[in-house]
């Protein structure tokens, strides 16, 4: 069917509204933890991981131990020096050390699993205990305090040695940060008076120890010096004035006072954008992390020679501006403490645009890029534009907002970008926009008739736009400005159309909702049912991939495959998670991204996996609108969701390798009952219901964590099984030795040391080989009795049931070998037990005629011969 398109030229020459504002808003994933959670109290001082990949986290009152799923605390009741701990450090044989605000100090035992509290004799009113650094060689543990000085700690003898700097100045004792270079210099920040420098060896030693200093007046940023760090070939210093940096190549110029043009500074008037700086940490990927008591966390990149910065903060998802300390744990992920609790910063490769960035609002519809790279956001009022989007500094982000009549304050459901470089809009009520690549929009006016919801835009090899509605395709002729409509009528495979794709040889595809999936070549229509292998009509989504196939979401069909010549089905049996794809694209490497309703799914070709994504992950969309992807030129993929815009960037998705920690408990549950995991490995036969208890540990993600196991020794359980649960069960063990392993997975099925454990169960007397040969005896002992009664009197009952015991015995410790046996590899052999016995009883009938007539037969031929 044909309608004349009649089209008013009035075109939006000027856009009444641009709104740009600076991007400070977009959310990453932060996981926020306070005393809900389980910390002891909310002020994060010191943060330190352990070997078994445990978080420790140091509070004003109290120290938690975080595994990922629970946190523990521990107090001066638990052997703490003090509650209140400032500071924290692992040494190179894994041991923990814990600073305390009162100067005392706590080492944790990585092997015994326990505190030694360590005191330190107070030489001022303040000894706060503020930095670690460690000396392997002579095996020394350094610590500064605020008002004390230095202490050194000799491990081998426990024995504490003060330094004090410069005994005129009080300045010198309050030290902040401790740092320990490649040359064996020791550089100590001070509060108020700058960093002093000074080789270990000399201090130690008790030598002549030569102090030297830098500070304000030749070139340091300023007096208070709160962290020391190596960076990029660079020594790093943070001071309460903002950054100082020079190359470490040239630091024994400024040490020598001659640092003019050296030391570079970086502050408020740069684009860091602020002074006040806490700390660093060095990333991945030459990233420094930087934090600052105004301005949330600071990543810090060099590109080009030239470093830029990328701002979190509250409004990012951070709890709070001012970040007291900062840790890298070995799965790359950073943790923040704060005044108001712990963050995780969970990944960057998620981001999310709100309307706080300064989008029209966060229920977004459609997504589209641009030839340019620029980012279309089709909202419930109106459209967005997201200009340099995908830029390292947050804060150069532009938001585009657009007020033209009858598009803005309505739903945009479809956007398309034609051949030709212009963009069609089209909305819930019909209506459909063009915009011309030099800005101007354009209304067209379709037939009064036709207002129905335009779900999809696609253009086909003509160059011909096309509309999916409820009321079918909608075809419009850029040149003659023609609009035909198809419908079932003919030969539409349903009139309700929510997605048209177009294929790579040209072909136009048709999702249909409650019809058929449908193709057009141009002539004529084609659907596909159950006779073709497509057996489901709620097609919601549709996209193809580089490789020439179509993929098809259906809703609760799952994900189906059309390579041209056959459809693959793709459901929770083949690892999907949802089975309902919202929205489909392939991204560069042909993996396919669907949306759901609660996260996105990838799907790898090369492997054939499905991997979730969620909040967890770092998604925090929660669900995807229909047919609201798209891929822009940098090959990042956008989600349109019920909470904004989501950005994925593969770049910076890295495979976690760090293996994960796994501890297997030092308890256990015998028959149900709690109890103590031996160390002789041997149990009672009669305690033979084993439950073993663990707990892996992958920060980055643990609620992915798996384990596999097997039990060596046990036939059902010798090949591995995987579990979610942190305990495996084990009923009717046979008294023998047994090889328990036990392995943790993490997200991306990297594996850890496995647990391992040797126990025994203990051979019953009944069981053993004393009690066997003595059972022997017995038999044969009873069959010679049966015998000679048998003989003797001819076949007596005594005889029989001597006969019948013997036999009962034999038959019995048979049934039983069986059935330990058979049971460990196919569970319960009640039935074949039954049986056995019904056999016995069988066997036992004709026991007396078999003595009558086999014995006493024996017995009348041998008195014969004897005559």
């Given at each position: 069917m044909s309608i004349l398109l009649y089209a008013t030229r009035a075109i939006f020459l000027l856009i009444l509204l641009f709104i740009s504002q600076l991007g400070y808003s977009q959310i990453v994933n932060f996981g926020q933890f306070g005393v809900e959670h389980g910390l002891p109290q909310s002020q994060v001082n010191t943060i330190v991981q352990d070997d078994d990949g445990n978080l420790w986290v140091g509070t004003v009152s109290g120290l938690a131990k975080y595994n990922g799923i629970e946190f523990k605390s521990f107090y001066k009741s638990d052997s703490l020096a003090e509650d209140w701990i400032t500071s924290s450090f692992k040494g190179h044989d894994g041991n923990l050390w814990f600073g305390h605000w009162g100067g005392s100090i706590t080492r944790y035992d990585k092997v015994t699993k326990e505190f030694q509290s360590i005191s330190v004799e107070r030489f001022s009113s303040r000894q706060e205990v503020s930095d670690f650094v460690e000396d392997t060689l002579r095996r020394k543990m350094i610590f500064g305090t605020k008002g004390s000085g230095i202490f050194v700690y000799d491990v081998e003898r426990q024995t504490i040695n003060r330094f004090e700097i410069d005994k005129n100045v009080a300045g010198s004792r309050h030290i902040q940060a401790l740092y320990l270079d490649a040359g064996g210099r020791l550089w100590i920040g001070t509060d108020n008076d700058g960093i002093y420098i000074v080789k270990l060896v000399d201090l130690l030693n008790n030598t002549n120890a030569t102090f030297k200093q830098i500070t304000v007046e030749n070139g340091l940023s300023g007096r208070q010096v709160r962290d020391i760090a190596e960076f990029d070939g660079d020594i790093w210093v943070a001071t309460e004035k903002g950054i100082s940096y020079w190359k470490y190549t040239q630091s024994e110029a400024v040490i020598e006072g001659k640092s003019k043009g050296i030391i570079k500074i970086l502050d408020d008037n740069t684009e860091l954008n602020t002074d006040d700086i806490t700390s660093f940490e060095k990333g991945r990927n030459g990233r420094l992390w930087v934090g600052t008591r105004n301005k949330g966390i600071i990543m810090c990149v060099n590109e080009n020679n030239k470093y830029t910065f990328r701002h979190y903060s509250i409004a990012q998802g951070l709890s709070f501006y001012s970040a007291k300390c900062l840790y890298l744990d070995r799965e790359n992920t950073l943790w923040i403490g704060t005044d108001v609790g712990l963050n995780q910063y969970l990944s960057d490769y998620f981001t999310l645009y709100d309307e706080s960035v300064g989008i029209g609002n966060n229920i977004v519809l459609s997504v589209i890029s641009d030839i340019k790279g620029n980012i279309w956001l089709g909202t419930s009022q109106g459209i967005s534009q997201l200009l340099?989007?995908?830029?390292?500094?947050?804060?150069?982000?532009?938001?585009?907002?657009?007020?033209?009549?009858?598009?803005?304050?309505?739903?945009?459901?479809?956007?398309?970008?034609?051949?030709?470089?212009?963009?069609?809009f089209g909305t819930?009520?019909?209506?459909?926009?063009?915009?011309?690549?030099?800005?101007?929009?354009?209304?067209?006016?379709?037939?009064?008739?036709?207002?129905?919801?335009?779900?999809?835009?696609?253009?086909?090899?003509?160059?011909?736009?096309?509309?999916?509605t409820r009321s079918g395709a909608a075809r419009i002729n850029k040149k003659t400005n023609v609009l035909s409509v198809y419908t079932e009528e003919d030969g539409l495979g349903g009139n309700s159309v929510y997605k048209i794709v177009k294929g790579d040889d040209g072909t136009m595809w048709f999702g249909v909702v409650g019809g058929k999936l449908t193709s057009y070549d141009g002539k004529?229509?084609?659907?596909?049912?159950?006779?073709?292998?497509?057996?489901?009509?709620?097609?919601?989504?549709?996209?193809?991939?580089?490789?020439?196939?179509?993929?098809?979401?259906?809703?609760?069909?799952?994900?189906?495959?059309?390579?041209?010549?056959?459809?693959?089905n793709f459901n929770k049996d083949s690892g999907m998670k949802s089975e309902t794809p919202y929205s489909i694209i392939a991204d560069l490497d042909n993996n396919i991204w669907y949306g759901t309703t609660y996260g996105v799914e990838k799907y790898d070709q090369k492997t054939g996996k499905f991997e979730h994504f969620g909040k967890a992950e770092g998604f925090l969309g929660i669900q995807v609108n229909p047919n609201s992807t798209c891929l822009d030129n940098k090959g990042n993929v956008w989600f349109g969701t019920i909470l904004g815009a989501v950005k994925y960037n593969g770049r910076v998705h890295y495979k976690n390798e760090a293996k994960p920690g796994l501890t297997l408990s030092n308890k256990l549950l015998i028959n149900h009952e709690e109890a103590d995991l031996t160390f002789d490995s041997k149990y009672d036969h009669t305690k033979n219901?084993?439950?073993?208890?663990?707990?892996?540990?992958?920060?980055?993600?643990?609620?992915?964590?798996?384990?596999?196991?097997?039990?060596?020794?046990?036939?059902?359980?010798?090949?591995?099984?995987?579990?979610?649960?942190?305990?495996?069960a084990f009923n009717n063990l046979r008294a023998k030795k047994y090889n328990l392993e036990i392995v943790a997975l993490n997200a991306d099925n990297i594996e850890s040391d496995p647990a391992v454990y040797n126990f025994e169960i203990t051979v019953p007397f009944y069981d053993s080989y004393t009690f066997y040969i003595l059972q022997i005896i017995m038999i044969g002992l009873m069959l010679t009795l049966a015998v000679y009664f048998g003989r003797k009197t001819g076949g007596s009952r005594v005889a029989t049931i001597l006969a019948?015991?013997?036999?009962?015995?034999?038959?019995?410790?048979?049934?039983?070998?069986?059935?330990?046996?058979?049971?460990?590899?196919?569970?319960?052999?009640?039935?074949?037990?039954?049986?056995?016995?019904?056999?016995?009883?069988?066997?036992?009938?004709?026991?007396?005629?078999?003595?009558?007539?086999?014995?006493?037969?024996?017995?009348?031929?041998?008195e014969e011969e004897i005559a």
């Open positions: 340099n989007a995908d830029k390292l500094n947050n804060d150069s982000l532009s938001v585009g907002q657009y007020q033209i009549n009858g598009l803005s304050n309505t739903a945009v459901m479809s956007m398309f970008e034609d051949s030709e470089g212009y963009l069609w819930i009520n019909g209506g459909l926009f063009k915009r011309s690549p030099k800005g101007s929009f354009e209304k067209i006016n379709l037939d009064s008739e036709f207002k129905e919801i335009i779900h999809s835009i696609a253009e086909d090899n003509n160059g011909n736009i096309w509309l999916g004529e229509f084609r659907v596909y049912d159950e006779t073709d292998g497509m057996n489901h009509k709620l097609v919601l989504s549709l996209a193809k991939d580089g490789l020439g196939n179509i993929w098809i979401g259906c809703y609760t069909g799952g994900l189906y495959k059309y390579d041209g010549e056959k459809f693959t219901n084993l439950e073993f208890l663990y707990t892996g540990v992958s920060l980055a993600n643990p609620n992915k964590l798996r384990y596999k196991y097997r039990l060596i020794g046990n036939p059902r359980f010798e090949d591995w099984k995987i579990t979610d649960e942190r305990s495996i019948s015991i013997a036999i009962i015995i034999v038959f019995e410790y048979g049934i039983n070998f069986l059935e330990d046996r058979m049971e460990e590899q196919v569970g319960s052999v009640v039935f074949i037990k039954v049986g056995l016995n019904a056999l016995l009883g069988l066997i036992l009938f004709p026991v007396e005629q078999i003595i009558k007539k086999r014995l006493i037969k024996k017995h009348d031929a041998t």
